[in-house]
C-alpha cells in the first residue's frame, strides 16, 4: 500500500504582522496627512461655528483640549493666547475642541484670561458627546475614554491635513515645537504653489 507523501510545512514569509484584533473591531476613519480635513459644525465660545467656511483659506491649529480647567491645559491655552494676535495677523486660525458644554468653556477662558493677563480670543468648539473628537482620533480606546488626548492638526489653507501631533495625557504639548512645524508646513507649502505656477 502506497503512503502519502509528507506535505512539506507551509512557508512563513520573511515579512509578517499580527494586528491585534481589538484594531480590526474597533477601526473607523481618522485625519490623516495629505488628506482633506471634513466639514463639520458645533456650538462654540464664539457661537455657532461651522470649519470650512471658517477655515478655507487659513493656515490652521486644531488642537483638543484635554481637560479643561486643569493646570496643564491652561497654561497651554494661556500660550496659544499670547501668540493668538500674531497668528492671525499671519493668516493663521486657531481653533480648540473640548468634552464640555459652551458655559463651561466660557468660564475657563475667563479664569485663563485673568490667569495670563490677557482676553483669550481662541474659539473652542464643544463636543460633549465626544462625536467629533472620537471621529478625529482625539479619544483613544486604550487611555481614558472619557477624555480627549492632547491632539494637534495643522490644517493648510485648501483644507488638507498637513501635520498632526498626539501627545498623551501625561505630557504637556510644546508651543515652540508647534510654531516650528507650522513654519515648515508653510514654506514646504509656498515652495509647491512656486512650482506649479511655473509650469
Known sequence: MLRNPKKDPPKVPATWIEVPT???NSAR???RIGENFPNFSAD???GKMTFHPYASGNWTIFFSIAAAFSDTC???LISLGALQEDLLRAGVKVVGIARNSVAELNDWCAQASARGGQRIRVPIMSDPDG????TFGMILPHE????TIRKTIIINP???VSMLFEYPLYISRST??????LDAAQEHYDELAAQRMRF
Open 131 to 134: 462625536l467629533l473628537t472620537s
Open 29 to 31: 476613519w481618522t485625519p
Open 74 to 76: 491652561t497654561r497651554e
Open 22 to 24: 481589538d484594531y480590526t
Open 158 to 160: 485648501r483644507l488638507k
Open 44 to 46: 462654540s465660545t464664539i
Open 176 to 181: 515652540d515645537e508647534m510654531l516650528r512645524a
Open 144 to 147: 481614558e475614554v472619557e477624555t
